[in-house]
């Protein structure tokens, strides 16, 4: 792999991470507009990362393999 595809390849990953961040903040926020309690809405964002955090990296996967 070359220096750019190694760089675009971290890039990537911290997009991806960054996308489940703000998912995991409006899942919050959501839940907490909804009147649950900090737990729950804790929980709810929670969730939302993992799952959000799970599509990004799988469809990067098919994305790098394609691109290899």
Known sequence: ???TH??????SITLA???SLLAAGAAFAVARWGGSPVPACIAASGKAFATS????S???VVVVTVVK
Request: hydrophobic letters at 85%; charged letters at 0%.
């Open 1 to 3: 792999m070359s220096l």
């Open 58 to 60: 799988a469809v990067l």
């Open 17 to 19: 991470v960054v996308l």
């Open 6 to 11: 190694t760089a675009m390849l971290v890039l």
């Open 53 to 56: 955090l799970s599509v990004i």
